[in-house]
């Protein structure tokens, strides 16, 4: 089992960084495989970021890859999500998830574990 909670979720400006925290709870946490999703109002859950279990290889959705940074360190069971260039467009709830594949990280339904998330709101 893994317990997963989001942080560091607000409201900024556009342009604006912010720093999202994951932090995990439970057994072998540097087993797993970790991933950012976010969900705007009606709208479904989108991958957004992944990171295997050892930090060797990273993926990340066009629509955020070089303005948003994952890493995880495994000394603090925490995985993190550097948001730079922030836009409107990033608005939604932030969740990470967990799972011992190491594959099919941009996939919502690989993920076991998930967190509640974190609210991320860009203005403009």
């Known amino acids: 089992q893994v317990q997963l909670v989001e942080s560091g979720g607000e409201l900024v400006q556009a342009g604006a960084s912010l720093r999202l925290s994951c932090a995990a709870s439970?057994?072998?946490?540097?087993?797993?495989?970790l991933g950012w999703f976010r969900q705007a109002p009606g709208k479904e859950r989108d991958f957004v970021a992944a990171?295997?279990?050892?930090?060797?290889?990273?993926y990340y959705a066009n629509s955020v890859k070089g303005r948003f940074t994952i890493s995880r360190d495994n000394g603090k069971n925490t995985v993190y999500l550097q948001m730079n260039g922030l836009k409107p467009e990033d608005t939604a709830s932030y969740y990470c998830?967990?799972?011992?594949?190491?594959?099919?990280?941009?996939?919502?339904?690989?993920?076991?574990?998930w967190g509640q998330g974190t609210q991320v709101t860009v203005s403009s």
């Open positions: 439970g057994r072998s946490f540097s087993s797993y495989s």
């Open positions: 990171i295997s279990w050892s930090g060797g290889s990273t």
């Open positions: 998830a967990a799972d011992i594949a190491a594959y099919g990280l941009r996939d919502r339904s690989t993920y076991e574990y």
